[in-house]
């Protein structure tokens, strides 16, 4: 088991209160297991991938445990924390283009960042041109500066980066939103690719768009509010959801061939519940049409069927 | 109603201007009374120039949009911009940024009163609002004096929806409205334009995602590099694809039933019929030819 | 807003009771009470501007009128001494910020007009206006405006502070053009400008109402940095003997303490306050406006 999540709890910090961004989520991901984790803007998601790596200053880890690969990850230690970036946890920030210092050529900045983790870059440089070809990029980038790179390519050259070290777990944060279909679509197979190679053990996928992770992921992480509410394959997430939030999500997507001749799609009226004061219980419960009296409860997530699990009393 | 004939925009880049951005090139294209057209492309498409030229934010280079038969290249002056955008109006990608921050989020329907109805009483210029509000399925008591950052992304976008329904709009050119929308909320907004086509607004739909564009959708239009790589009614565009940018769109695009690999093979088990895709004669033009009626292919610009 | 952004489910509507104008004005009033940079610049600015509205009416005779003995250290009937020639040098001082704080004003405010409505225009309009704009504002820029002004009030025969704030204001825009032009141009693509255009609005009211709100603390800092500026030029104008002829400023103080060799004479008391008086103004408006750009730049406040 290479990551194991028991009860997390990581709340932002800001004048008025504490928004409740994560609130107890607790969940496994195997060695090799790509893992897509979806759900709509402020649902947690990204607030998820960068507690697994760093906190900001106004994050502030509650309560709860990482493991990764038996060990324990000590999130809210930042200093503790150096030794595992790059080597254990990467992390393929959102707007990657931005990442890269305009100032430096390629090369430079990878060798500094080698340096800075204790390795030594010629150790590494047949490796480096290796993945660089690998992703489509001649190596010849190394001399350029970031400026003169597409944002596909910067895209594949902070992937290329943040893997070199063959970290345990790489954790991808929307990282193909930003790009065009054709180049979101060869950013997403090679990253399937630096699993297939063991580059890196096990991946966390980012995304709003789940008909993106469908087709890269093992399985799908679906939260909503704070709060996972399924986990499942990926083909089961998006064929046979049991949370009642899933399947109303997945029926709002609109796909290739649907048109409204064949009838309206319908969406799942009313927003998401503010986090700095959430309702208790089932987070879903005011937009759900199957809720009753028991989802005043906080229903847990519980296994339904081997590798499917769910967060809904009806379901259980 | 609309018609756009051998549109060019060129941006001059650059010091001393001496660069050509070719920002859309030699592109013509009608929208008709209760057809939603849908301008699909990727970015540096020229898709969103063209929405901002039909509305008059930037003056094409050359060529001619005309609707109703005035050509809106030719208009001078406010009085005749002011009646223009009575009856074409837009909505914008980012509805965080369609509103100015400091005034609470109706104030866009007072602009509209100001300019347009000022002499319409309080009591019936709010019953024209709660109509307008009414006709995009908002709750009035939800939306009216609310700050914009109040309001979720699928409100404003509904709202700015609204205050162009308080003109008597024709055509309204909605620019990857639902780009920065949730899911769950998209669809929503998507019904509401689909219901505006049958009340006979004539729509251009301009947007990235091909999903998007197919669902409401009479005529589709995809754009590449500024030009139109295939136009033509909607189903065949989809399901005959002719330009191998269309097929390389389709095969890229993420589809939720179905992976990528499948539709990989499901496009070579389909070759389209053997066609002769339009030569450019200079670097200017960009002539289309009819493959079947009413679909148009355009140049391949490799 | 800022302090919460990028943080989920703030975005909702249930919890945020209070309208955006009210918070906004009272987040910026929590963190300007807890700056002491804001605190201390306008506490000082405040006081001699007070100083000098208030002072001079309690003194019941001309400034430049020679009313004591000559060269005394201050004392209890001359609380900062006298001249060589017996003036009262309190009194020149008090009249003196007045003057200093007024100068500040017209010459900044003749400034900011110029400057933030060539910004504007420029950053709003673009295009081969804003290039014609842009060429000005860079002629303007590079012209050596101390000279200018030097030629300029050298070839006036009576010289006012208002002829003198014109000309300050004329030559001291240009950087608040520049820095007007780039905050207008890039709110100028938001969409709601898009929309006001889509709204039938005059290209003005657009300005007015929706770009220049959303600059208002930029606007501020640039006017009090005009201010300052144009204290400093007109104190090194009066100082080299080019001021108003007829009055009293804290510039002229300093050029006759100079010209009646205070320095030899040991006379601290005529050179000090005038020096220390244009210093502080200065000095502290800067720390103002530091405080303000912390108060209302979200990055830069500590948190």
Request: net charge negative.
């Amino acid at each position: 088991m290479t990551l194991r999540v028991n009860d997390l709890k990581v709340y932002y910090q800001t004048l008025r209160g504490d928004v409740h961004a994560l609130d107890g989520v607790t969940f496994d991901l195997a060695d090799g297991e790509i893992m897509g984790l979806a759900g709509e803007s402020g649902c947690g998601k990204t607030t998820l991938g960068k507690s697994l790596i760093r906190l900001d200053t106004r994050m502030r880890h509650v309560g709860g445990t990482i493991e990764l690969d038996g060990k324990d990850v000590p999130i809210a230690d930042d200093k503790a924390m150096v030794p595992l970036r790059y080597h254990e946890i990467s992390l393929i920030p959102q707007y990657a283009m931005s990442a890269l210092n305009p100032t430096r050529k390629i090369g430079r900045m990878i060798n500094e960042l080698l340096r800075a983790r204790g390795v030594r870059p010629v150790d590494i440089a047949d490796e480096l041109r290796r993945r660089l070809e690998l992703v489509g990029l001649d190596p010849d980038v190394l001399n350029r500066f970031p400026i003169e790179l597409s944002g596909g390519m910067k895209q594949r050259v902070v992937m290329v980066m943040s893997t070199l070290l063959n970290p345990s777990l790489l954790i991808a944060d929307e990282v193909t939103s930003a790009l065009d279909v054709s180049t979101q679509r060869a950013v997403a197979e090679s990253l399937v690719e630096f699993r297939d190679r063991e580059y890196v053990k096990s991946m966390v996928f980012v995304t709003h768009d789940i008909s993106l992770v469908y087709q890269m992921a093992d399985t799908i992480m679906v939260m909503y509010a704070g709060h996972i509410v399924e986990k499942a394959s990926a083909s089961t997430i998006v064929n046979a959801p049991r949370h009642p939030y899933t399947q109303m999500l997945i029926s709002a997507l609109p796909e290739v061939g649907t048109t409204t001749d064949q009838g309206r799609l319908e969406g799942i009226p009313g927003t998401p519940p503010g986090l700095l004061n959430p309702p208790t219980g089932c987070r879903f419960k005011d937009r759900c049409p199957l809720a009753f009296s028991k989802c005043s409860e906080r229903p847990p997530l519980v296994e339904i069927e081997p590798g499917h699990w769910a967060a809904c009393w009806k379901t259980g | 109603m609309l018609e756009l004939s051998h549109v060019h925009k060129v941006y001059r880049v650059g010091a001393f201007g001496g660069g050509r951005l070719r920002a859309v090139r030699d592109v013509s294209l009608k929208v008709e009374p209760g057809e939603v057209v849908s301008l699909i492309g990727e970015s540096g498409s020229g898709k969103s120039t063209i929405g901002k030229m039909v509305l008059g934010l930037f003056k094409p280079s050359s060529g001619s949009i005309t609707f109703d038969g005035t050509d809106i290249t030719t208009i001078r002056g406010h009085t005749a911009r002011k009646a223009y955008y009575r009856r074409v109006q837009g909505v914008f990608q980012d509805p965080f940024s369609s509103f100015n921050p400091i005034f609470k989020a109706d104030r866009v329907f007072e602009m509209i009163r100001s300019s347009y109805f000022p002499g319409v009483s309080d009591a019936d210029w709010r019953e024209r609002v709660l109509k307008a509000i009414g006709t995009v399925r908002l709750d009035p008591d939800n939306v009216l004096g609310k700050y914009p950052h109040q309001l979720s992304g699928g409100q404003m976008q509904r709202l700015l929806i609204a205050r162009a329904l308080l003109l008597d709009v024709d055509l309204l050119v909605a620019d990857e409205v639902i780009s920065m929308l949730d899911a769950s909320t998209r669809i929503d907004v998507l019904n509401l334009l689909a219901d505006l086509k049958e009340r006979g607004l004539g729509i251009l739909f301009v947007t990235h995602d091909l999903s998007l564009g197919n669902y409401v959708s009479d005529r589709s239009v995809i754009l590449r590099k500024g030009a139109i790589a295939e136009m033509g009614p909607t189903a065949r565009v989809f399901e005959n694809p002719l330009h191998p940018y269309s097929r390389h769109l389709l095969s890229c695009v993420p589809q939720l039933h179905r992976t990528w690999a499948e539709v990989d093979a499901e496009l070579a088990a389909n070759p389209p019929d053997h066609f002769e895709l339009p030569v450019a004669p200079d670097d200017e033009s960009a002539p289309l030819v009819e493959a079947e009626r009413g679909h148009f292919v355009g140049i391949d610009q490799g | 807003m800022s302090e919460i952004a990028g943080a989920p489910g703030t975005a909702d509507a249930a919890d945020a009771p209070e309208p955006t104008a009210e918070r906004k004005t009272s987040e910026v009033l929590h963190f300007a009470v807890r700056n002491p940079k804001l605190l201390i610049g306008l506490g000082i600015v405040l006081t001699l501007l007070l100083t000098g509205i208030i002072g001079p009416f309690f003194i019941d005779h001309d400034p430049n009128e020679y009313v004591g003995p000559q060269s005394q250290p201050p004392n209890g009937e001359y609380w900062l001494g006298t001249t060589s020639f017996g003036q009262d040098i309190w009194a020149q001082f008090v009249y003196g910020l007045r003057s200093t704080f007024l100068i500040g004003a017209f010459g900044g405010g003749v400034a900011f007009v110029i400057g933030t409505t060539v910004g504007f225009v420029a950053g709003y309009k673009g295009g081969i206006i804003d290039e014609i704009l842009n060429m000005l504002t860079n002629v303007v820029l590079v012209l050596p405006a101390l000279v200018v002004l030097i030629v300029a009030t050298a070839y006036l025969d009576v010289r006012g502070i208002f002829v003198q704030g014109v000309f300050i204001g004329l030559t001291s825009w240009p950087w608040a053009a520049r820095a007007v032009r780039s905050q207008a141009l890039s709110l100028s693509t938001r969409d709601y400008v898009d929309l006001a255009r889509l709204s039938g609005r005059r290209t003005w009211r657009i300005i007015t109402t929706e770009i220049a709100p959303n600059m208002s603390s930029y606007l501020v800092m640039s006017f009090i940095l005009l201010f300052g500026g144009s204290i400093l030029i007109a104190a090194g104008l009066d100082f080299i003997g080019l001021g108003p002829s007829n009055g009293v400023s804290l510039g002229l103080m300093l050029e006759s303490a100079m010209k009646w060799s205070s320095l030899y004479l040991g006379m601290w008391w005529w050179f000090i306050p005038p020096g220390l008086g244009i210093t502080t103004i200065v000095g502290s408006l800067y720390i103002l406006n530091v405080g303000l750009d912390e108060v209302f730049n979200p990055k830069l406040r500590e948190l």
